[in-house]
């Protein structure tokens, strides 16, 4: 089993930067693929962004390409979520996921990760 806890969110203005942390226990995810989703009340999770096992190939919704980079550090069990420009339509709870058995073609659907954190609350507004 795989244990993953998010950080790094908050209140920031248009146009500030935040940095999510996603620390991962109970197993190395050096051979999982990662990804940030989100969700707003009312609203589907939606995808964000994923990394590969290797972190060589990256995937990221449009409106955030560009603005949030993910990167991995296996050796710490850790993801982030590099988010700047920040918008109020980022605005929502940010979860990350975690799974061995994704599928390339499949980076972006909720249903292929099996492992979930709590999440973390992003605000976006002055």
């Known amino acids: 089993q795989v244990q993953l806890v998010e950080s790094g969110g908050g209140l920031v203005q248009p146009g500030g930067s935040l940095r999510l942390s996603c620390a991962a226990s109970g197993r190395t995810i050096s051979r999982y693929t990662m990804a940030w989703f989100r969700q707003v009340p009312g609203k589907e999770r939606e995808f964000v962004a994923a990394i590969w096992r290797s972190g060589g190939n990256k995937f990221y919704k449009d409106s955030v390409k560009g603005r949030f980079i993910i990167s991995r550090e296996n050796d710490k069990n850790t993801v982030f979520l590099q988010m700047d420009s920040l918008k109020s339509e980022d605005t929502a709870v940010y979860y990350c996921?975690?799974?061995?058995?994704?599928?390339?073609?499949?980076?972006?659907?909720?249903?292929?990760?099996?492992?979930w954190g709590q999440g973390t609350q992003v605000t976006v507004g002055s």
């Open positions: 996921a975690g799974d061995s058995g994704v599928i390339l073609s499949s980076v972006r659907d909720a249903r292929m990760y099996d492992y």
